[in-house]
């Protein structure tokens, strides 16, 4: 036990110095960086460090090393609060999808009610931004100014495609280019359509989110009873769980904490949900001409 005191140490030291550090990086903040640096696996770790989050596991790995002097049990708690998020299976991400696609419903039906008016396309699109949610009012705002600054309804109704980068909204969208091109009648048929096989298919999401909600819960659970648990047995029972203070226990309760990590990780992917693919390709991995664009639009082409 008199050996593993310089160890300690160090790890105690090491950590308290994390904390300091981190501590005036919360304070202080980042400077702000550009949008493409900041997309990655490798920045999103180094926002989950750095963050307020990350200053709460080195704290919270601090007191368990102090308390129990076990370098696993540190080393577990830190980690099982950095990736707290990701064991929710993406309970977020649905929850936007969910109000992204409602929100999509709302701004088709109110461009069907527009254009039945023998109002234009370009017209119909500007005022159909007053009824939008606030989960399409920011990239419907963005494709209107490309609108104004005299980019192509296509290319700016594609672009409005890469900023929402949702399944559902690229079948709307690729019926409006169509009809943005050829310039062809039934399109207020067809958006209803569309409409109606949204607010299916939102009905149909948010049953599947409620069954997921109670699989989240389990997880959840599953996490909480297991840490409270091992915690408890720390602080109130130290005669039962004294063998993890040698290096052996140390190793075994290395395998443990790794049964568990696996376990977590099975229930966070029973929890996720699978996104369908896109059927309009992204704008930067288009050819010049574009993608859906018939056959004799082109310039010069026939018509």
Request: aromatic share 6%; no cysteine; net charge positive.
């Amino acid at each position: 036990m008199t050996s593993s005191l310089p160890v300690l140490a160090v790890f105690v030291g090491a950590l308290v110095g994390a904390g300091v550090f981190l501590l005036i990086i919360a304070l202080r903040g980042l400077p702000v960086k550009p949008a493409a640096a900041s997309g990655g696996r490798l920045a999103r770790l180094r926002a989950d460090f750095g963050g307020r989050q990350g200053l709460i596991a080195l704290l919270a790995a601090a007191a368990i090393l102090v308390v129990t002097r076990w370098v696993v049990a540190a080393a577990g708690v830190a980690l099982l609060i950095l990736f707290w998020r990701k064991l929710s299976g993406g309970a977020r991400g649905e929850r936007l999808a969910i109000e992204r696609l409602e929100g999509l419903a709302v701004w088709t039906e109110s461009l069907r009610d527009t254009i039945a008016g023998a109002v234009g396309l370009e017209q119909a699109i500007p005022s159909s931004a007053r009824v939008a949610t606030p989960a399409l009012s920011g990239p419907l705002t963005t494709m209107i100014d490309r609108l104004h600054t005299r980019v192509p309804l296509p290319d700016a109704l594609h672009r409005f495609a890469d900023d929402i980068a949702d399944p559902s909204a690229d079948l709307i969208i690729a019926a409006l280019i169509i009809n943005a091109r050829l310039r062809g009648p039934g399109l207020r048929d067809l958006l209803a359509a569309l409409s109606s096989t949204v607010r299916e298919e939102l009905d149909m999401r948010r049953r599947i989110e409620a069954q997921r909600r109670a699989t989240r819960f389990s997880a959840m659970f599953v996490v909480a009873f297991s840490v409270g648990v091992a915690a408890l047995l720390a602080f109130f029972n130290r005669h039962f769980v004294q063998v993890y203070d040698t290096l052996n226990g140390q190793l075994i309760l290395l395998v443990i904490a790794g049964l568990y990590a696996g376990g977590f990780y099975w229930l966070a992917q029973l929890a996720k949900f699978d996104v369908a693919e896109r059927i309009l390709v992204s704008r930067t991995a288009l050819p010049a001409d574009g993608l859906l664009e018939p056959a004799g639009t082109r310039p010069g082409g026939a018509s």
